[in-house]
């Protein structure tokens, strides 16, 4: 049986053009949807944290229907509504606005984290600069870091006979931890060559510092901070339980008393809202003093 060619070429032709047109369709297919995700992409992040939430609340109301003493998400905001809409009323020292309590517990944290920062930065330059002397500090810190700092509480008590200082006393302990050891860690990561020509250039220790230790440094020094002021802001609210007086802690605690749930979980969102601010902060100003 003989085969035309003319037949053949046909259906050669007939075979690419189908090809390039499959070609055509997927190249326009692709196309559309890398458009598409280019218009989506910036707004991912907030259309799938929109769907989280919700799905949250949904649980959230779950969990209600199934046990009744759960307020629902509705109950709750509108209780949130009625203490933010007057945060800094004060009716004497043990009843006053939630934005009060918030303050107090901010300052207690300053208080605490800026001691810890004065004393624990320099420790942890000269442990990371002076091997002698990191030799000599090592086992102390190995073997106070892993103590809670609500074990430090009592101490804190006993030395200075207030419940207020003692609970900046223990922010204090739990923030230096990190500051002293990344500060060290840093200290020690920079390459011997750069102390070897401050060395041939004789350079003064100051000098060494500001010109070498502290730009290398800094970035750790920073992750130091930031993990210091998430630490500060956990412990204070469970110093506050402990101690009383003003503060987001003691105020929780209080509410659980009076069995206010709603406002026991309206003081978990705050908690976590000024705890999410102060790390957005040390982050930003990581990034913006990074010498990277």
């Not at 326009?28 to 989280?52: H, K, N, T, V, W």
């Not at 809409?85 to 207690?108: E, M, T, V």
């Amino acid at each position: 049986m003989l085969i035309d060619p003319k037949s053949l070429d046909t259906e050669m032709v007939d075979e690419h053009a189908e090809r390039a047109a499959l070609r055509e369709r997927e190249a326009r297919r692709i196309a559309l949807r890398d458009q598409i995700m280019s218009y989506l992409e910036p707004i991912a992040p907030f259309i799938l944290g929109s769907f989280g939430f919700i799905l949250f609340l949904l649980i959230w109301q779950a969990i209600h229907i199934g046990i009744s003493e759960i307020p629902s998400p509705a109950f709750t905001f509108n209780a949130a509504v009625g203490l933010f809409s007057d945060p800094f009323y004060s009716n004497g020292p043990n009843d006053q606005g939630i934005g009060w309590n918030i303050l107090s517990s901010l300052r207690r944290v300053a208080l605490g984290f800026g001691f810890a920062a004065v004393i624990g930065i320099p420790a942890g330059f000269a442990i990371g600069r002076f091997k002698l002397f990191g030799a000599m500090t090592s086992p102390i810190i190995n073997l106070l870091r892993p103590v809670s700092p609500l074990a430090w509480l009592p101490i804190g008590l006993l030395l200075f006979k207030a419940a207020n200082p003692a609970a900046i006393w223990c922010i204090f302990i739990c923030s230096i931890w990190p500051m002293v050891i990344n500060t060290a860690v840093g200290v020690s990561k920079i390459p011997e060559d750069y102390t070897n020509i401050a060395r041939v250039l004789n350079l003064s220790e100051w000098k060494v510092f500001t010109k070498i230790l502290f730009p290398a440094t800094l970035p750790y020094m920073l992750t130091g901070v930031r993990l210091s002021i998430g630490t500060a802001w956990l412990v204070i609210v469970a110093a506050e339980m402990l101690t009383g007086g003003v503060g987001i802690g003691f105020w929780l605690w209080d509410e659980w008393n009076n069995l206010k749930v709603e406002n026991i979980i309206i003081a978990i969102f705050v908690i976590g809202i000024v705890g999410l601010l102060l790390e957005h902060c040390m982050i930003t100003i990581a990034k913006r003093f990074s010498y990277e």
